[in-house]
């Protein structure tokens, strides 16, 4: 009762529909598409409501625009979308511009919802991840032995994308493609990635991984200080042990934005974005050469959404998206003025100086500002003749500043 009256007093009703058609849809939803004045959706959406749509179909424009439904604002307007539209669907998308009272949602059962329902896997033990649209590298991070994980493709071609990706260390991962799920075409077949040859793939699936990782493989652990080895460098990188500790001063915030100046190999902002999906970061770096390379180390180690900037602090700052954090790593004058004014109020810097000039400035920051300062010294064990010895690194001076409300 309470939905249906909530269907009269909204203008817009987002429905979910399964490749079964209008036969799995629920009373409510096949009265709303009956009524509706305007019926958006793909193609195969509208096809496979064609027998209730008693109203103007519009297939969505290529390039996909929500534009039409906002345009027709106060008519009686259903949105169709695959299965559940507030997971990764167009419901999310229409939500962000319109208020909720606005709209009802009617989810059907989701891709990911189906394939855990068809391999018996419990969904909340499982990794669900849209590449819809998106890059394939963004697997990377997930890839941990004993993982199941269930990744939405974009087309036919997504799940051999998926199973080239797994070629590097994780060939023995078992590989389950879904086609059609809920519908007459129905198929699911599996092989090994390493031996990917499956052919004549749907183009609306699903793949499962059972992910099992080759001795050598790279696992991208969970903690920061990802070995140095692993970016792509030119000596310009922070290393591991001061990488960790300089991530830990920034103290990473669930949705949080990161400004990397003086990236180098973009190794700060990286393993930023790697502890948590809803972290972002704006990596600034002078030298084309040091771009184009962080630009690489990004999509090898899984966060291709990494955005670079070239150019030269403080003037690269101009017009960049406030940020929540701040790492200066290397020189400072004007750009650690600039840096310091364009942080958020709340926000937190972290500034490493290896060289006494650098560490004068910060020196002379802390006394003015306050914050936190702490030397940093790490030496390795290292052949020296027929033994062993430490051989220190250089130090460095790190300065932890939270600006105030």
Not at 126 to 142: C, F, K
């Amino acid at each position: 009762m309470l939905a249906e009256t909530a269907a009269v007093t909204r203008w817009l009703s987002i429905l979910g529909i399964g490749e079964e058609g209008v036969a799995g849809l629920p009373p409510l939803s096949r009265g709303l598409i009956e009524g509706a004045e305007i019926v958006f959706g793909g193609r195969r959406h509208l096809e496979l409501a064609a027998g209730l749509i008693r109203g103007e179909a519009r297939a969505w424009p290529s390039p996909f625009d929500v534009s039409g439904v906002l345009a027709a604002r106060g008519r009686r307007v259903v949105v169709l979308a695959s299965g559940d539209p507030m997971l990764h669907g167009v419901g999310a998308t229409l939500l962000r511009r319109l208020p909720p009272e606005e709209a009802l949602v009617v989810p059907a059962p989701s891709a990911f919802s189906l394939a855990a329902a068809r391999l018996g896997w419990p969904l909340e033990g499982v990794v669900t991840l849209s590449l819809h649209g998106r890059p394939v590298e963004l697997l990377r991070p997930h890839l941990h032995p004993g993982v199941r994980l269930l990744a939405l493709t974009s087309d036919a071609d997504g799940p051999a994308a998926v199973a080239a990706l797994l070629r590097d260390g994780f060939s023995r991962t078992r590989l389950t493609v879904l086609e059609a799920l809920g519908g007459p075409r129905e198929r699911i077949r599996s092989t090994v990635a390493g031996d990917f040859a499956l052919a004549d793939v749907a183009p609306l699936n699903l793949v499962a991984l059972e992910v099992e990782a080759e001795p050598g493989a790279r696992v991208l652990a969970r903690a920061p200080g990802l070995p140095d080895d692993w970016f792509e460098h030119d000596g310009q990188l922070t290393k591991r042990e001061i990488r960790a500790v300089t991530l830990s001063a920034l103290a990473p915030k669930r949705g949080a934005l990161l400004w990397d100046i003086g990236a180098g190999a973009g190794s700060i902002g990286i393993e930023w974005m790697l502890a948590d999906v809803s972290l972002r970061a704006i990596a600034i770096e002078t030298r084309p050469d040091r771009a184009a390379r962080l630009r690489r180390n990004a999509v090898a180690l899984g966060v291709p959404g990494l955005s670079v900037v070239e150019g030269e602090a403080p003037a690269a700052l101009a017009g960049l998206e406030p940020p929540d954090a701040i790492f200066l790593g290397g020189g400072a004058g004007e750009a650690l003025e600039a840096a310091l004014a364009a942080l958020k109020p709340g926000g937190r810097f972290v500034a490493n100086a290896v060289t006494l000039e650098t560490e004068a400035l910060l020196l002379a920051r802390h006394a003015g500002l306050g914050g936190e300062m702490i030397r940093l010294a790490v030496s390795r064990a290292a052949p020296v003749g027929g033994l062993t010895g430490w051989r220190a690194a250089m130090p460095v001076t790190q300065w932890i500043w939270d600006k105030p409300l």
